[in-house]
């Protein structure tokens, strides 16, 4: 029952938005939804998931700091500074059998999006199939007014224009690692080379160089 409490209050504050990032072993994904968008209950990882043979390793850019994490589902966030406001780069992993597939998962954050023209966000996302070594990658782009995740109690927060996510659904051993980078258009499209730099990076194994 404390797992569920946990992963519960965690995924309430799934959107909310130093020491210098380098190469980082983590143990990430969005959390299945109830209808209407309101976060569900998902029980925590089982003890030594996604660790080990059944981790991820990826370098950060050096310029991202990384922050503790603010819940036992965010494995590393990264606060990345930006003249016209920071964004933060969060990496969830939920364990086996959690987190549902990527392609659903990239068009659920989309529609989070309204177009500058008032379409939803999916209707002008990119997305891109990408293999790093022989990790199989899912990266989706897409920009507009944010519609808003949940706060604590289901508060929705306030819309947010000239947004931008960047998102990679990893592929891992055991189960699907979430990498998003959200925060003010300007500063997430500047970052938009590191964050492919990162997912390049991506590595099977914990303590692999």
């Not at 992993?93 to 998962?105: K, T, V």
């Not at 996510?165 to 990498?179: I, R």
């Amino acid at each position: 029952m404390k797992h569920r409490l946990v992963a519960t209050l965690a995924f309430c504050l799934l959107f909310a938005n130093g020491v210098r990032a380098d190469h980082h072993t983590g143990t990430g994904g969005a959390p299945p939804s109830q209808p209407g968008g309101i976060p569900g209950t998902v029980e925590s990882p089982p003890p030594g998931s996604g660790t080990g043979a059944t981790a991820l390793t990826w370098t950060a850019p050096p310029a991202w700091l990384a922050t503790v994490p603010s819940n036992s589902m965010r494995k590393a966030q990264y606060r990345v500074l930006g003249d016209a406001g920071d964004a933060e780069c969060v990496v969830f992993y939920f364990g086996p059998g959690q987190g549902g597939d990527a392609l659903s998962n990239a068009q659920r954050w989309a529609n989070q999006f309204t177009l500058a023209d008032g379409r939803p966000g999916k209707e002008g996302m990119q997305v891109e199939n990408r293999m790093v070594g022989d990790i199989e990658v899912l990266l989706i782009a897409v920009s507009g007014t944010y519609q808003g995740g949940f706060r604590m109690q289901a508060e929705r927060e306030p819309p947010k224009p000239n947004q931008m996510l960047l998102a990679a659904v990893a592929k891992g051993p055991d189960a699907n690692w979430f990498f998003k980078l959200t925060g003010p258009a300007a500063t997430v499209e500047a970052q938009r080379s590191a964050f492919d730099a990162l997912v390049g990076s991506l590595k099977r194994g914990a303590g692999q160089p």
